[in-house]
């Protein structure tokens, strides 16, 4: 889907890229190849990972809290982060990975509907925008039965893709990785325009969005880019869009110190002073995972790891405490 040809070449549209393929190769993303001028989804249906994971972690705080959600993801992404976590199937091609059997999108549904408490489907782990057909053909069958499909991704999608992607995906987590075009230039090898556009195309059509920002000293924790970032998400997005920020730890070709408490907390107080919702992840600190009222201030959501307590939402969505709505879809 989404390519037009020149000559023997093709040009595939799903995402801003705009790979040109010459016969044989494959785009950036390794995994989309001009075969005698079609070009294929070489990962179609091929899982790297499946699990039944707790919604949090993928992570989602504010879409059906304390829900467990089958996870699927294959290989290939159509950025080159150098701290990426999952590079060995982010980064691999077809031929590094030895699979097992392929899932039909039928599969899929099956296994979704055979766990009691499982709310639908998460596409993660790689980049499942260059999944694109496999993770459509699933959510459509998903949506159908009545159970939700969530993305997590790094929303380099093209607007017409993610137009028809939309229509059966309910949430998104979208890494915002940092406010300056020459991070993702020189760390992801893409751009952030099209992200953010990405962002906005959603908020737009408003569906469920969380966004998250992993805090890299020395390479994206400048504080005036930062409270920019905020003061965009604020605007554009609406200031009770969910922020998580996440810890680094040096990964794959990036060896700085891993982020310090101290930087996200600061973070965590300059985000909170524009957004309703801001959580500090992959580091425990006390109280910053939590879910707190936008009005009174109270906790209605409380979380250790992936538990959760909730009890402060009452069944009408509001805080059991004043009343306020709270932004929780369930
Ligand atoms: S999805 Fe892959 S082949 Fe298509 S434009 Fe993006 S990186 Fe290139
Ligand atoms: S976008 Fe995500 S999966 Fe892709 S390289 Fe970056 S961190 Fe890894």
Redesign the pocket.
């Known amino acids: 889907m989404y390519y037009i040809k020149s000559g023997d070449r093709l040009q595939c549209l799903l995402c801003p890229h705009h790979c040109t393929i010459k016969k044989d190769a494959a785009g950036i993303c390794g995994v989309r190849r001009n075969n005698n001028g079609i070009l294929i989804s070489e990962n179609y249906a091929l899982l790297s990972a499946i699990n039944f994971d707790p919604i949090e972690k993928k992570p989602l705080y504010h879409f059906f809290p304390g829900s467990v959600i089958l996870s699927l993801g294959s290989i290939g ?1 159509n ?3 150098k701290c ?1 976590q ?2 060995q199937i ?1 980064q691999a091609g077809i031929s590094e990975f030895n699979y097992g059997k392929s899932y039909p999108p039928e599969e899929i549904l099956r296994l979704a509907k055979s766990k009691a408490g499982n709310i639908g489907v998460a596409y993660t782990y ?2 499942p925008t260059v999944w694109y057909e496999y993770m459509l053909d699933t959510a459509r069958l998903v949506h159908e039965a009545g159970m939700k499909n969530c993305m997590v991704t ?1 929303g380099y999608i093209s607007e017409e893709p993610l137009n028809e992607l939309m229509e059966y995906m309910d949430a998104f987590n979208i ?1 915002l990785k940092a406010f300056n075009d020459h991070f993702y230039k020189t760390q ?1 090898g893409a751009s952030l325009e099209p992200v953010k556009e990405t962002l906005q195309l959603l908020a737009k059509n408003n569906k469920h969005l969380e966004i998250t920002n992993l805090v890299i000293p020395t390479l994206n924790d400048d504080e005036k880019e930062f409270t920019g970032m905020v003061a965009w998400i604020a605007k554009e997005l609406g200031e009770k869009t969910v922020l998580h920020l996440s810890r680094y730890h040096p990964m794959y070709k990036l060896d700085i110190r891993a982020t310090g408490s101290d930087l996200l907390e600061k973070f965590y107080n300059l985000a909170t002073e524009r957004l309703s919702h801001v959580f500090v992840g992959n580091i425990s600190i006390k109280n910053y995972q939590d879910t707190k009222c936008p009005n009174c201030g109270k906790t209605v959501i409380r979380r250790t790891g992936y538990f959760i307590e909730n009890d402060g939402i009452i069944k009408s969505g509001n805080c059991r405490y004043c009343g306020e709505p709270i932004a929780v879809s369930s």
């Open positions: 992404c950025m080159r982060c990426c999952n590079w982010s790689n980049e790094n890494d992801t």
